[in-house]
């Protein structure tokens, strides 16, 4: 395998991605054809490619760049983190500062009383969780019974995007209910929403 | 019907699925403050308040899903905030680290976690909590806080922003526009004034236009025939002049295709 760098041809990056690197929500043999965009650095709200073109990022990567691109000082936290404890798990009875840290930080941030925090990988993996969530609280609750969520992801839109609405909610159930057993997960519909029972 | 109306109509369509479903058989009630990956939906005001009336009348718990409208997003630290609900439980990610490193949670009401605490809950990941990530987000929240960046969402960018995005609503393809805090869309339309759809499968013209953005230097996504913007917080007046700029001659190039294609007919 030749070496592979941000210095690399653009032809050769985009072959290899096209051969090896299977892209989410995308077709990905029409991709393949035309090459997958290589995004080589950031800064700021402005995106690098491979072809030195300078994008301005509308949409914050995911939605999730809050503060930016390239900033140092998070950059350095992380470095002196993998240096000091790369990982640890929370399970046996442990904890580590950094989620000690971080859970106090987000309970006094949150309005009301929301002042717990059950860490996960990502939003998905969060709303499996609170899936769990609910339902053990109402078990505990002597309530097994309450175990539909209606579930909103289209809370609201005016009529003509509906078709779009719904094809993305759709998509947001699978997301959730592909971590149950089949069994345990129906969909049926609220008006333009859906219900999980 | 005003926009009021229907925001409590939609409401109660889950009070009526609760009455036949039966309100003991519902656990809880999800939804993102506003809709954003299915093309930035803005409920009206009405609908939030509504919601929550409704699952307090029938206790049932109320989930955020604050991913994208949590961390600044909506020119306050939640979109709960911006919204008016009292949430038993929020989902969060994405700008809790600004994405530098991959974490989310859910943030549980004291009822819940107290009530849960009680027992087992044999339930987490091997990245729960992981501390690189939770020192990145802890970092991350740090520069939004000091750096005070929410305020510059709610009083520089979104302001600067909302005058020049509405301005779109003048382009012959554009119909509504729509902007909360720093996360706006604008719905395509083949006939201005009348909500027509586009005769071609939706998403075509949404698809071209977003073609022609990426060809302007400019990431704007596509939602079917909509597009939409959530760029970074700490964006600045002069980058928002370039957004607009870049965007307006997206517009007009896909508009002159769409012509040229014709494709600008409207669903009959």
């Known amino acids: 395998m030749p070496q592979i760098s941000t210095q690399s041809p653009t032809a050769e990056l985009q072959q290899l991605d096209a051969a090896h690197h299977m892209h989410p929500f995308t077709t990905n043999a029409a991709l393949g054809k035309k090459g997958a965009r290589v995004i080589t650095r950031a800064e700021g709200v402005w995106l690098n490619d491979s072809d030195g073109h300078r994008i301005l990022d509308g949409m914050a990567g995911l939605w999730c760049v809050n503060v930016g691109y390239g900033r140092k000082e998070i950059a350095d936290v992380a470095a002196r983190q993998m240096l000091e404890l790369p990982y640890y798990n929370t399970f046996f009875q442990t904890t580590h500062v950094p989620a000690i840290a971080l859970a106090a ?42 175990r539909s969520s209606s579930a909103a992801r289209t809370p609201i839109t005016d009529r003509r995007w509906d078709q779009a609405a719904l094809a993305e909610w759709r998509r947001s159930i699978r997301r959730v209910a592909c971590r149950f057993p089949i069994s345990s997960i129906s969909i049926s519909r609220i008006g333009i929403s859906r219900v999980v029972t | 019907m005003t926009p009021e ?9 889950l009070e009526d699925k609760i009455l036949e479903l039966g309100a003991d058989r519902v656990a809880a009630f999800i939804g993102e403050p506003i809709q954003g990956a299915g093309g930035v939906i803005v409920p009206p005001s009405t609908y939030w308040p509504e919601i929550q009336r409704i699952c307090d009348k029938y206790g049932i718990l ?42 989310g949670g859910s943030i549980v009401c004291d009822e819940v976690a107290n009530t849960i605490a ?50 779109l609503a003048d382009h012959p393809l554009v119909d509504d526009t729509k902007l909360v805090g720093l996360m706006g869309s604008l719905a395509l339309t083949p006939e201005k004034g009348s909500r027509a759809k586009f005769a071609a499968e939706p998403g075509t013209v949404g698809y071209i236009t ?30 928002i002049d370039i957004l607009i700029e870049r965007a307006t001659k997206a517009l007009d190039e896909a508009y002159a295709q769409l012509k040229a294609e014709g494709l600008l007919k409207k669903a009959g």
């Open chain 1, 105 to 146: 930080r987000i309970a006094e941030l949150a309005p009301g009383d929301l002042n717990h925090v059950f860490f996960a990988g990502s939003g998905s993996e969060a709303n499996d969780t609170n899936i769990r969530l609910v339902r053990h609280y109402w078990t505990l609750k002597g309530k097994p019974e309450r």
């Open chain 2, 118 to 167: 009680g027992d087992e809950f044999n339930h987490g990941y091997t990245y729960s909590g992981h501390p690189v990530c939770a020192a990145v987000a802890l970092e991350n929240l740090r520069i939004l806080e000091d750096e005070a960046i929410v305020d510059h969402v709610r009083d520089v960018a979104h302001p600067y922003l909302a005058e020049r995005w509405h301005a």
């Open chain 2, 210 to 239: 977003r073609e022609r953005c990426f060809a302007n230097n400019l990431i704007m996504r596509h939602v079917y025939d909509r597009m939409i913007i959530s760029p970074p917080l700490v964006i600045t007046p002069t980058e």
């Open chain 2, 5 to 13: 109306d229907f925001g409590i109509a939609r409401a109660r369509q």
């Open chain 2, 62 to 103: 109320l989930i955020a899903d604050e991913v994208i409208t949590g961390f600044g997003r909506t020119g306050n630290w939640f979109g709960s905030q911006t919204m008016g609900i009292r949430p038993h439980i929020m989902t969060v990610a994405k700008g809790i680290s600004s994405g530098y490193a991959p974490i």
